[in-house]
Nanobody, 124 residues
């Protein structure tokens, strides 16, 4: 599985961005898909995840619940992260990740496949 994240950029506080993660090599519908982020000097943290298409369950970190939405487009083998009401604390490099069955959905160590990261910077 190869993942390519895109869509990051500079946005003002209160604004919105949509990140995309395009995959190749396998059918995304069989995989847990997740977004993590890492701010300078901090550990990589969970943002959101989506279970395989057959048992669709979405997971969110408390810090983004109600502001971020994860979604999939099976035809395009792409997962999205729609982010709104952004604030300075959302500034980080955002990574997409995939795994057939992560041991723990919210832990980075649960995922075998990672994209290269896309920078999101929120100016206050």
């Amino acid at each position: 599985v190869q993942l390519q994240a895109s869509g990051g950029g500079l946005v003002q506080a209160g604004g919105s961005l949509r990140l995309s993660c395009a995959g190749s090599g396998r059918t995304f519908s069989e995989y847990f898909m997740a977004w993590f982020r890492q701010a300078p000097g901090k550990e990589r943290e969970f943002v959101a995840a989506s279970s395989p298409a057959g048992s669709r369950i979405d997971y969110y970190a408390d810090s983004v619940k109600g502001r971020f939405t994860i979604s999939r487009d099976g035809a395009k083998n792409t997962v999205y992260l729609q982010m709104s009401s952004l604030n300075a604390e959302d500034t980080a490099v955002y990574y997409c990740a995939a795994d057939v069955s992560p041991a723990r959905v919210r832990w980075p160590s649960g995922y075998d496949y990672w994209g290269q990261g896309t920078q999101v910077t929120v100016s206050s």
